[in-house]
């Protein structure tokens, strides 16, 4: 769709919406920037616009405006059934998001990754494979940069690998990349989506206008991707830890194969990779199958495998202090997540967990202690939830706290040389820390000055 010299309404004044702004106005458009928070402060949103032009609406929506506005873009965390966006719907005006938004202004190859878990690491290690093949690549998404930031220096020879959240493919409609995975599919953001059923479909529209002329990539080891495999109207390409798959990547023992169908490939021993634990090694096997499909060549796939660092707050390795193994998995926002870095870990641990309560249940993240968690520190507003559930479980080795620095502190006391201590809380940061990001750079900043 040209946007030029059409008025957009942009909802939410945070990162996503400025940047639809600034998208919109160096295309042409008429802006109006929205938010229903009347104590926002008028001024502070006109300094984050900076030289863009958006009329600034706050507080109630005057519906008079309808008949003027040509298009909705709604920011993820705008839910597609909150009362603006009905109105605009039943108006009959089209509702995007910023990837739909971007998507269209997109003239190169877009590959897209979503799932539960896993997506940043896999994101940033495609982006890294496809980078070292084609200079002109674009990595984009919740992985920190905004796809509207960065679309407009895209060209028909360039690629875009995108992480996509669930949030964002609510508002999906002529978005098609030539290579989608769906990495998995557990219990997450159901206060957003209500019920598994919703939050699955609403993954796998991912590949919605895919066709077999495309490749999505699927974990074998997971019930709703199987059910999904024959409804996909892409080509569906495997990944897997457990087995090997009739076309795509598994694990072996200690070896990374990929199978055409008729012939396997040794690609790479897991000794060769800087990245832990199994959950790891399913993320390899996905970018391996996905940049496979996109026609990377294997020699330059293996070289980035072994070359590829943790991504920043997944089981990022902090430092070692006084004998003791500090990580960061800030990342680790839901149990399933959570559990991931606990079986990474191969030290007696101190845990770090809890935050805000998303409706999750902790039985997994509990379970995953075995005998490798000596010790669970909590705070955030789920802690009384967790600790209900460690109790269930017989763990009773428990400790709170307020702060950060309080957590870090009971930490270093507690911790022994040749332990490990792990901050990944099975919960979102809301509520105490703007974000997972800056929660986790809080902890690595008082680890660091232990």
Request: hydrophobic share 40%; charged share 25%; with cysteine.
């Amino acid at each position: 769709m040209d946007l030029k010299n059409k008025t957009v309404m942009v909802v939410g004044t945070g990162i996503s919406g400025i940047g639809a702004v600034d998208l919109l106005n160096k295309v042409g458009a008429d802006c109006i920037l929205y938010d229903g928070n009347e104590k926002l402060d008028r001024q502070k949103v006109q300094e984050k616009l900076g030289d863009n032009k958006a009329e600034i609406i706050i507080g109630a929506f005057d519906e008079a405006l309808l008949s003027k506005i040509d298009l909705l873009v709604i920011s993820p965390g705008v839910p597609i059934d909150s009362p603006i966006v009905l109105t605009f719907k039943n108006a009959g005006i089209p509702v995007w998001g910023e990837i739909e938004l971007a998507y269209n202004y997109d003239k190169g190859k877009v590959i897209a990754i979503t799932g539960t878990n896993g997506k940043t690491t896999t994101t940033a290690l495609v982006g890294q494979i496809i980078a070292a093949y084609n200079e002109k690549t674009f990595v984009v998404g919740n992985i920190g940069n905004s796809y509207t930031g960065e679309v407009l220096k895209t060209s028909e020879d360039s690629y875009t690998v995108a992480e996509i959240s669930s949030f964002q493919l609510e508002t999906v409609h002529e978005f098609h990349p030539i290579v989608s995975a769906i990495l998995n599919i557990t219990p997450d953001h159901l206060n957003r989506h209500h019920t598994m059923e919703c939050y699955a479909w609403t993954k796998e529209r991912i590949s919605e206008n895919q066709t077999k002329a495309d490749t999505c990539v699927l974990n074998l080891e997971d019930k709703y991707l199987t059910d999904f495999a024959p409804e996909c109207k892409a080509d569906v390409v495997w990944f897997s830890s457990e087995r090997k798959p009739s076309v795509g990547a598994y694990v072996d023992g200690e070896m990374i194969k990929y199978t055409d169908g008729t012939n396997d490939y040794d690609m790479l021993n897991v000794h060769d990779m800087n990245l832990l634990g199994k959950h790891n090694y399913e993320n390899v096997c996905a970018a391996i199958a996905m940049t496979k499909a996109a026609g990377i060549p294997d020699d330059i796939i293996i070289e980035q495998v072994k070359k590829f660092k943790a991504v920043e707050h997944r089981i990022e390795y902090v430092a070692t202090k006084n004998g003791v193994d500090y990580y960061n998995d800030s990342k680790g926002t839901n149990p399933e997540a959570a559990v991931k870095a606990i079986e990474a870990m191969v030290k007696p641990t101190i845990l770090i967990g809890g935050g805000y309560d998303k409706g999750s249940e902790f039985d997994l993240y509990v379970k995953a202690f075995k005998d490798k968690v000596k010790l669970l520190v909590l705070i955030g507003q789920t802690s009384a939830k967790i600790a209900d559930t460690c109790k269930k479980y017989g763990f009773d080795n428990i400790e709170y706290a307020d702060s950060m620095k309080q957590v870090v502190d009971i930490c270093a006391k507690n911790a022994v040389s040749g332990d490990a201590v792990l901050l990944s809380p099975a919960c979102a940061s809301w509520g105490m820390f703007d974000n997972y990001e800056q929660r986790g750079r809080i902890f690595k900043d008082l680890v660091n000055n232990l």
